[in-house]
């Protein structure tokens, strides 16, 4: 299965430890530490992972993809009093390699409409 999804931890940090680090150019409302370190989980997983500017995708097997997703939750969360949580799931059982193979065959679709 793969798994898209986006967290967005609100509020004041609920673990006195974290200092948000505001990068030039962000706001208040700016998330990329918490993303980061949620990030950092997934791709410490050893799952295959990609993440783009709206979403981190994970494919695994259920258990060990919601398990991911999860701890991801749970590290973003000591940014915040509160998280929000997006996920998208194509669960395929038997099917591995679609993080890329499912984007191979869009783009070749896309080739195929403008006589590539």
Do not use: C, N
Request: proline share 4%.
């Amino acid at each position: 299965m793969i798994v898209a999804f986006s967290i967005q931890p609100t509020g004041e940090p609920s673990d006195p430890a974290v200092v948000r680090d505001l990068a030039e150019g962000s706001d208040d409302a700016s998330v990329h530490d918490a993303v980061a370190a949620a990030v950092r989980i997934v791709r410490d997983s050893g799952l295959p992972t990609r993440t783009s500017a709206m979403f981190t995708e994970v494919e695994g097997e259920w258990d060990e993809v919601m398990e991911v997703v999860g701890r991801a939750t749970a590290e973003a969360g000591r940014y915040g009093s509160r998280v929000s949580l997006v996920l998208k799931a194509d669960i395929r059982p038997g099917r591995t390699g679609e993080l890329d193979g499912k984007v191979e065959r869009m783009e070749s679709a896309v080739d195929r409409l403008e006589g590539r």
